[in-house]
Each structure stands twice: as C-alpha cells, then as structure tokens.
C-alpha cells in the first residue's frame, strides 16, 4: 500500500497551491479519502474528507470557501486544490484512506505559506 502526497512548495499569501495523493496497492475507489495537516508544535488537524464516489465533501470551517477536495478513481489520485493560502495553513499536508477494516497514510508534503 503507498499514498504519495505532491504539489506542496512555497507559496506567498493569498496564492494556490494544488496538493496530489497518488494510491496504490488497495482498491482506492473503495475508500474514503481526507487530507489531514499538522502544523509545527500542533496536534494533526482534519482539513477534509471525500466519500468513495465523490458525490460528498467535507470541510474543516478552517478552509471551508478556500480549499477544494476532489478524487479521480480512474487514477487513483485524490486532490486538494488549495485558494486564498494564509499563514496559518503552514503544515504538513497527509492523505489519508479509510474502510472499516484499515486505515492508511502517506508520508506528507510541507506547505509553507510565507512572505
């Protein structure tokens, strides 16, 4: 099993960044899928979740009217198109699948938010 996060970098106030989780190893169109962030000398923080079709989203009022979460099942990718980037959204950025049976991870991708 492997989630592989892309996409994070540098990025001023007020820019987009577009986050990529690429998945293999388990049925991906199986899972619901969310990104979490943990910011330095915080506790991990839900961001979003997407259901196994894509028919449903959730948002962290943090990051909700900013932040977009989308899946392509045929690729087996899960997105986070990220608008209006504030300082405060500095953290590391993980996808996260989930059933009922197993819950996986990835290893992360740092988003700075910085002028």
């Known amino acids: 099993v492997q989630l592989v996060e892309s996409g994070g970098g540098m990025v001023q106030p007020g820019g987009s960044l577009r986050l990529s989780c690429a998945a293999s190893g388990f049925t991906f169109s199986m899972y619901d899928m969310s990104w979490v962030r943990q910011a330095p000398g915080k506790g991990p923080e839900w961001v979003s979740r997407i259901n196994t079709g894509g028919s449903g989203s959730y948002y962290a009022d943090s990051v909700k009217g900013r932040f977009t979460i989308s899946r392509d099942n045929a690729k087996n990718t899960l997105y986070l198109q990220m608008n209006s980037l504030k300082s405060e959204d500095t953290a590391v950025y993980y996808c996260?699948?989930?059933?009922?049976?197993?819950?996986?991870w990835g290893q992360g991708t740092q988003v700075t938010v910085s002028s």
């Open positions: 996260r699948a989930r059933n009922y049976d197993y819950d996986y």
